[in-house]
């Protein structure tokens, strides 16, 4: 398991060890208040806790999805995001929230296609 916080300008070897659990898939978690973004590991829950403990994030800033690498497309599903009373599903359904996800990731990750 190996998690990735993007605090610098994505390599192919970051891109490598983040595939490490999914081969056609990097799992994403990211903070959208901080604007912290990991990726990699198996679980989202893995980065959610480092975010928590290494950063002081709060759980209810913390929302997960992916990068499809067959699609080359940004996904906003993963159990990270069941929130009770605030989102009741995988996916970020919260327009804002989602906007915000996207909008973070692809500012850190932005580069991702040409490094697979």
Do not use: C
């Not at 069941?82 to 804002?96: F, G």
């Amino acid at each position: 398991m190996s998690l990735i916080v993007v605090d610098h300008i994505l390599t192919k070897e970051d891109i490598k060890s983040s595939r490490e659990d999914y081969s056609e898939y990097i799992k994403i978690t990211a903070d959208l208040k901080n604007k912290i973004v990991i990726i990699g590991g198996e679980y989202h829950a893995d980065a959610e806790k480092l975010m928590i403990e290494k950063f002081d994030s709060k759980r209810s800033d913390i929302w997960g999805g992916g990068f499809n690498i067959s699609t080359g497309a940004f996904e906003v599903n993963a159990m990270l995001n069941l929130k009770p009373l605030v989102n009741d599903s995988l996916e970020i359904l919260d327009s804002d929230a989602r906007n915000s996800f996207l909008e973070v990731v692809k500012s850190k990750l932005g580069n991702i296609q040409s490094l697979i």
